[in-house]
C-alpha cells in the first residue's frame, strides 16, 4: 500500500498573504511530535494550530480561510489519521 505524503486542497475562497494570492494548500502526514504540540489546544484552535504547523502557512493566514475550506482540510487531516491507523491494523482513533 502506497500511502500519501501530502495532499493538496483546491480552496474555495482563496487566502492572500505576504503579497500573494494562494488559492491551494498542501498539507504534509503529520507526525507525533506534531500532535504532542497540539495536544492542550482544543476545538478550532486545535484545527488551526495543525493546519499551520502541516502547511507551514502562518497561524494568521490559516485563521483566514473560508469555513468550508477549513472543514475540507479537517477531513484532510482525519483521513491521515485513518491511513496510519489501517497501515498498522489498529482501529481507528476516537472510534
Given at each position: ?5 501530502s ?8 487566502v ?44 494568521e ?35
Open positions: 500500500m502506497t500511502i500519501q505524503t495532499i493538496t486542497h483546491q480552496l474555495l475562497i482563496p492572500i498573504f505576504e503579497g500573494k494570492k494562494h488559492t491551494t494548500i498542501t498539507l504534509r502526514r503529520p507526525k507525533t511530535k506534531d500532535v504532542q504540540a497540539i495536544d492542550k489546544k482544543e476545538g478550532v484552535e486545535q484545527t488551526i494550530a495543525m493546519v499551520a504547523r502541516l502547511s507551514e502557512w502562518p497561524h493566514a490559516v485563521g483566514e480561510l473560508d469555513i468550508h475550506d477549513l472543514s475540507s482540510i479537517g477531513e484532510i487531516l482525519e483521513s491521515f489519521i485513518k491511513r496510519r491507523d489501517i497501515s498498522t491494523g489498529k482501529p481507528p482513533l476516537n472510534s
